[in-house]
């Protein structure tokens, strides 16, 4: 599977809860990015990261959310007692980095549910 | 602030009935133009990229194009696999070319 890939594709969670969402880049994609779905919404960056390095974390909620890319496995986005309000689809997408403006793929997301 | 507005919303077409969804955008120095399909429960799929005013691209009844103000996908006798919502998107938020901001999307519905 040359694409991105995210799970768990559906997580439900009771409030208070943590959710952690993974991504797996395509393959020589170094670079990574989540948006956030809210109903009757478009997509609204998180987060930029690369290997090891959070580059702009600036749509991303000051409290209880957090982003990682370690230099090994998937990224991670993950959520710290979660409420209502975090009920969403997560995307992420990768590029490969090569400058300019790159294309972003996207994964098929993660739909939250929290109770 | 950089906005991205689609229009219209929704859009029902009969099988063949060709048609124009619209993007149009304010961006402080435009560093490229996105065009993404939706299906339900799905994540975006990449279609075109566009660069400067008066480039075109095309794939199979999708054609994109583009203004200094506004992007065009055209449709050209659509089939009902077209359905989808189709969404644009720009770089923006500082210079940034990777911040996407991507208008709410129109929804296409080709009935048979």
């Known amino acids: 599977n040359a694409g991105v890939m995210q799970n768990p594709r559906h997580l439900v969670r009771r409030r208070g809860q943590e959710a952690r969402l993974r991504c797996s880049p395509m393959k020589g994609h170094s670079h990574v990015y989540w948006y956030r779905q809210l109903p009757e919404e478009g997509l609204k960056f998180m987060v930029y990261l690369q290997k090891e390095n959070i580059i702009d974390e600036s749509g991303m909620p000051k409290e209880r959310f957090s982003a990682e890319f370690p230099k090994e496995g998937p990224s991670i986005l993950r959520i710290q007692q979660v409420v209502r309000g975090d009920s969403a689809a997560y995307f992420c997408a990768s590029s490969p980095g090569q400058g300019s403006t790159d294309t972003q793929y996207f994964g098929p997301g993660t739909r939250l549910t929290v109770l | 602030e950089d906005q991205v507005t689609q229009s219209p919303e929704a859009l029902r077409l009969q099988e063949g009935e060709s048609s124009s969804l619209n993007c149009s955008y304010t961006v402080s120095g435009l560093r490229g133009l996105f065009w993404y399909r939706q299906d339900p429960g799905k994540g975006p799929e990449f279609l075109f990229t566009?660069?400067?005013a008066g480039e075109e691209k095309e794939k199979e009844r999708l054609k994109a194009t583009l203004t200094k103000k506004e992007s065009f996908l055209h449709i050209t006798a659509p089939k009902p696999e077209d359905s989808a919502t189709y969404l644009c998107a720009v770089p923006s938020g500082g210079g940034s070319n990777y911040k996407l901001t991507f208008g709410k999307g129109t929804l296409l519905t080709v009935n048979p």
């Open positions: 566009l660069y400067s």
